[in-house]
């Protein structure tokens, strides 16, 4: 997974303004509630402290949150355009995964099946998993109930935000 580009300190995050703050997590997840949470819960003494802080906060994930989040994630096998750190983000988390020509086209059914199902991109934590679990995965979740589904994307989510959170401010 490719690392933040300037991960920024502890100290430098806890005293930075609100503004810069916001700026350093808003590529974790862009989510306003979470990245104010944390934000104001500043100074955090450990990295764990900021870490448990950022999990809890994402427990639970709102509908509309969840809606918000998804519209800045490309599709599974699908590079990020663009040149922002999200972008960035997402396509290093998409890296390792072998997209030759018939896993690229096994995924691009999987999407199409899982958005014509649930009606949303489908949203899984790229990072440390092969293309074949992503397609398992997908395969899986597509005999989800809606809630139960909505469920899963909300975990993906913060598994998402809280990875990329460890790589934005370090020690």
């Known amino acids: ?9 502890l100290n430098v995050f806890n005293e930075v303004s609100e503004q810069e703050a916001a700026e350093v997590l808003r590529p974790c997840i862009d989510i306003e509630r979470w990245i104010n949470d944390l934000v104001s819960a500043r100074p955090f003494s450990t990295l764990e402290d900021l870490n448990e802080s950022a999990a ?3 427990q639970p994930f709102k509908d509309d949150e969840i809606a918000a989040a998804l519209a ?3 599709r599974i096998g699908e590079r990020a355009s663009g040149d922002s750190q999200e972008a960035s983000l997402s396509r290093g988390e998409q890296s390792t995964l ?4 018939d896993v690229t ?3 691009a059914v999987a999407n199409r099946e899982y958005e014509e199902r649930f009606d949303r991109v489908f949203l899984i934590r790229a990072a440390g998993r092969t293309s074949e679990e992503i397609l398992a995965e997908c395969q899986r979740r597509l005999g989800n ?3 139960a589904e909505l469920a899963e994307v909300a975990d993906q ?3 998402i935000a809280l ?3 460890q790589d934005a401010v370090k020690n």
Do not use: G, V
């Open 163 to 165: 990875l990329r959170l």
């Open 157 to 159: 989510l913060r598994q």
């Open 105 to 107: 086209a096994r995924l």
């Open 145 to 147: 109930t809606d809630e």
């Open 98 to 101: 072998n997209l030759n020509a």
């Open 56 to 58: 809890r906060s994402a």
């Open 1 to 9: 997974m490719k690392r933040a580009e300037h991960p920024m300190q």
């Open 72 to 74: 800045h994630h490309p």
